[in-house]
């Protein structure tokens, strides 16, 4: 079966078919390209600052070098290289229905923001089940700095290997007046590698997850630490689930449309069938940008972080505390003795004082 890479681009079929081959019946008022282009910049411009943002507050702060932060760290990688190769290039080419870019980069955005996507959702479950071993099984080995790095390494070579075929199959062809960027066998298995499997995989660990967390009693003798390590627990689980029903429902449009179309390629001749299409793909891209947006509304240390990285704006100031989120573990710890030793010196000191004076 032959499928486009962008379902808007009509299919050989209708292009076969009399006066379709000598015009484009997709063309918009010079108002809605403008409309459809800020939208589009508006995802490219947010995802790369927002990403770009997330990786460095975890790379140059040690405190923020843990399992979980490593895979958002690839996670974020994976975003800004969808939203840098592949919004802008099949915008122009859902808009004008002609890809103008040859062959080469027909195969290329046919691979790796497919591999980017890959690498991306496969993170997102390997933090699921991390998540999983930390809250269900926490006397077995966690995951070291090492295996983390070797583990985001294979996410990529699977990713490379099933965005591969992709590639292979991606070709453009020619139907006067326009060209076509196609890739010539459709793959069922991709949007379930890509989408269902993970998801399921995402809702099952988390199901357990959010039942060991929420669903058992604590102690009402637990101590202050274990109050505050299921709290901070649930923060980082409440804080993933949010990213990955984000990702589902951004993502889920884009597939169903691809779906409809196999089965009724008439759909692709509706004169509306354009907004919709530039509609679902804003959507899906848009998944890109909303990561750094959630991990710093829900997540003291990142919203920290983005402080810091944002502390030249006017109107953004960076507290004492902020500056101490972020601190090294160690130096955390010291300071805020010292702090603490401060306040019981100075406690002290006016309380010894009141005494002499009313003896």
């Known amino acids: 079966m032959e499928v486009t890479s962008v379902p808007l681009s009509v299919t050989a079929d209708w292009l076969e ?42 790379l140059a702060h040690r405190r923020m070098r843990t399992v979980t932060n490593y895979f958002i760290v690839n996670l974020a ?21 002609d890809w103008y870019f040859g062959l080469g980069y027909c195969r290329f955005q046919n691979f790796f923001p497919i591999t980017a996507m890959f690498s991306s959702i496969y993170s997102m479950a390997a933090i699921a089940v991390d ?14 700095s090492t295996s983390t790095k070797v583990v985001i390494a294979l996410i990529w070579i699977v990713a490379v ?16 007046p326009r060209t076509v960027c196609m890739v010539d066998c459709y793959q069922y298995a991709v949007i379930l590698l890509i989408y269902l499997l ?15 967390l929420w669903g058992g009693h604590i102690p009402g003798e637990a101590s202050d630490h274990y109050h505050s390590q299921i709290t901070a627990k649930r923060k980082v689980v409440k804080m993933m ?32 069938i354009q907004q919709v299409y530039l509609a679902i793909f804003w959507l899906a891209m848009s998944s890109t940008m909303y990561n750094p947006i959630i991990y710093c509304c829900l997540n003291q240390r990142f919203r920290a972080g983005f402080r810091h990285a944002f502390a030249w704006c006017p109107f953004i100031k960076v507290s004492e505390e902020d500056k101490m989120e ?7 710890r010291v300071l805020l003795q010292s702090s ?3 306040t019981l010196h100075t406690n002290y000191s006016t309380r010894g004082g009141s005494s002499l004076h009313s003896d």
């Open 241 to 272: 689930v949010v990213v990955v029903v984000t990702f589902a429902l951004c993502w889920l449009p884009y597939h169903i449309y691809f779906i409809l179309g196999s089965f009724n390629r008439d759909i692709y001749k509706q004169h509306y």
């Open 17 to 58: 078919d009399g006066n379709e081959t000598t015009g484009n019946q997709f063309q918009q008022p010079d108002w809605q390209v403008a409309l459809w282009a800020l939208a589009y910049s508006l995802i490219i411009l947010v995802s790369i600052t927002g990403n770009v943002t997330v990786i460095w507050i975890i």
């Open 198 to 212: 993970p998801l399921l995989v995402m809702l099952v660990t988390y199901s357990l997850v959010g039942r060991s």
């Open 161 to 176: 290997l099933l965005a591969f075929p992709q590639c292979y199959y991606s070709v453009t062809r020619f139907y006067y």
């Open 77 to 97: 990688f994976s975003d800004v290289s969808m939203a840098t190769f592949n919004t802008l290039f099949n915008f122009v080419y859902a808009l004008h229905n």
């Open 326 to 332: 972020l601190q090294h573990t160690h130096t955390f």
């Open 131 to 144: 998540r999983y071993m930390a809250i269900i099984h926490p006397l077995k080995p966690r995951l070291s």
């Open 340 to 342: 603490c030793t401060r």
